[in-house]
């Protein structure tokens, strides 16, 4: 899935922080596969002042010039917990608005389409 750097942020901070053994796994995945690289960083100059009033206030800024999309694998599975972790916060009463366009684009039922499960590779035990 092809995602820029305000939905990947947007689907970082909408994973589950706890869950079941084998989901925070997956969370730990998709937290990785979101995040940024040395390189992404270095271009995108990230920052929490404010680029108007160069005060900081909480907010993530960057620079629109490096925006860029990136492909996303995001399985099934993944796609599960990101949904839940949505759920959970909507339940929670805890979405924002400027989440609400990456939410629904999330719960729209045409995404699990584009959802690849992860190919697995089989382990041989030894016997002994």
Do not use: C
């Not at 995040?35 to 620079?63: C, I, M, R």
Request: net charge negative; glycine share 6%; charged share 30%.
């Amino acid at each position: 899935m092809l995602l820029g750097v305000a939905e990947r942020l947007v689907v970082l901070n909408l994973l589950p922080a706890e869950g079941a053994l084998t989901t925070l796994r997956i969370t730990r995945e998709l937290q990785a596969a979101l995040s940024f690289t040395e390189e992404e960083h270095a271009a995108l100059k990230f920052t929490t002042k404010n680029p108007q009033s160069g005060v900081e206030d909480g907010n993530t800024y960057w620079s629109k010039a490096a925006d860029i999309s990136r492909e996303i694998n995001i399985g099934p599975k993944a796609l599960e917990v990101i949904r839940s972790g949505i759920k959970a916060k909507d339940q929670r009463g805890q979405l924002l608005l400027g989440q609400l366009e990456v939410v629904e684009r999330f719960l729209d039922e045409r995404v699990e389409q584009d959802a690849k499960p992860a190919k697995l590779q089989a382990v041989e035990e030894k016997s002994a």
